[in-house]
């Protein structure tokens, strides 16, 4: 399951941006996709601290919305109506022992 992001602080290893989510608990906890540091909270102050020094992610991408839809035509399938069967290739005759000795002179 993919996890949401929160805000973002300045990453304390690298000075990037990092990014804080909430773990399973709910405890908010940093990530730095660029050093990939963590800096787990354990709930408590620390995350009250951590939420506060965030900042909030407010920018959110509408969906696009499907208005009319028209529906595709389905592809057809060419028709064969005058149709010819194949000649069937006839089976090599199988030779026997004997055919290289007798069949030698022919």
Request: aromatic share 2%; proline share 13%.
């Amino acid at each position: 399951m993919k996890k949401t992001i929160l805000g973002h602080v300045d990453c304390p290893l690298c000075d990037k941006i990092a990014q804080v989510k909430e773990d399973k608990n709910g405890n908010a906890y940093l990530f730095c996709p660029d050093c990939t540091a963590q800096v787990l909270t354990h709930g408590g102050e620390k995350d009250k601290l951590l939420r506060a020094r965030m900042r909030p992610v407010t920018d959110t991408v509408p969906l696009p919305t499907v208005t009319d839809t028209v529906p595709l035509p389905l592809p057809t399938v060419p028709t064969v109506t005058d149709t010819v069967p194949l000649p069937i290739p006839e089976k090599p005759k199988k030779a026997g022992w004997l055919t290289p000795l007798v069949g030698a002179d022919k």
